[in-house]
């Protein structure tokens, strides 16, 4: 099984919603990661979680709040989001944090803040 | 910061030409990898490049990585459809956080029939 799964694939929400997006891996990779990407965008990185510990936040802001429940399971959770969050968010995972590892994309979670 | 420059932003060529796209970091870096992203899809791992000069083919893709491994490009030879999509490099910078891998701004193919 080399695929990273994400749900849901669609998901619109109010500015006052709360919601969350899932990710998980069954390829045994210790790290796994949060990009978010804007139309006609390279993907962007928001979060790195390496053996199940927060390893980087590239200062996003709080509404974002990204959970590792363990080491097959990523999740985001969303609330007080802005229109301009809009966007497609993907999970990545590989086999470690390190260089010279392929990052598997899942297929992303389009995104719309209404 | 840590830039990593591709052009050009977009290409349309006919089916049976060749494309080149080319990638150019301000920085050295330990490996290339390189992306494609279908329209509506996700980006894909292709390849990862990491001696310096290196040259590694797949099918009618070849890829480069400089000598200085400070650029790196795609050439794709006899585009065919299905080779339509956007085109991402990305590197990690030799010095500062190795686990983040900084993207290209992609290259756009199109193929026309």
């Known amino acids: 099984d080399t695929e990273v799964t994400q749900t849901p694939k669609h998901l619109v929400m109010g500015m006052t919603n709360k919601k969350s997006l899932k990710c998980e891996q069954h390829?045994?990779?210790?790290?796994m990661y949060w990009y978010k990407q804007k139309a006609k965008k390279p993907p962007e990185l928001m979060f790195v979680?390496?053996?199940?510990?927060?390893?980087i936040n590239e200062s996003v802001p709080s509404r974002f709040s990204p959970e590792c429940p363990n080491s097959s399971l990523l999740n985001l959770h969303l609330h007080a989001l802005q229109p301009e969050d809009s966007a497609l968010y993907l999970c990545?995972?590989?086999?470690?944090?390190?260089?010279?590892?392929?990052?598997?994309f899942g297929q992303g979670t389009r995104l719309t803040v209404v | 910061g840590q830039q990593v420059m591709q052009i050009p932003q977009y290409q349309h060529v006919q089916e049976g030409e060749d494309f080149t796209t080319y990638c150019n970091s301000s920085?050295?870096?330990?490996?290339i990898q390189w992306y494609k992203q279908r329209p509506g899809g996700h980006p894909v791992f292709l390849i990862q490049?990491?001696?310096?000069?290196e040259v590694k083919k797949q099918k009618r893709l070849t890829f480069q990585f400089g000598e200085a491994k400070k650029n790196s490009s795609l050439h794709i030879t006899a585009t065919q459809t299905t080779d339509v999509g956007t085109y991402f490099c990305?590197?990690?910078?030799?010095?500062?956080?190795?686990?983040?891998?900084?993207f290209g701004k992609g290259t756009k193919l199109t193929v026309n029939p």
């Open positions: 979680y390496s053996y199940e510990k927060l390893s």
């Open positions: 920085t050295t870096l330990s490996n």
């Open positions: 990545a995972s590989s086999q470690s944090k390190g260089r010279n590892t392929e990052a598997f």
């Open positions: 990305a590197g990690h910078p030799t010095q500062g956080g190795s686990e983040k891998l900084v």
């Open positions: 490049l990491v001696k310096s000069g």
């Open positions: 390829m045994g990779h210790r790290a």
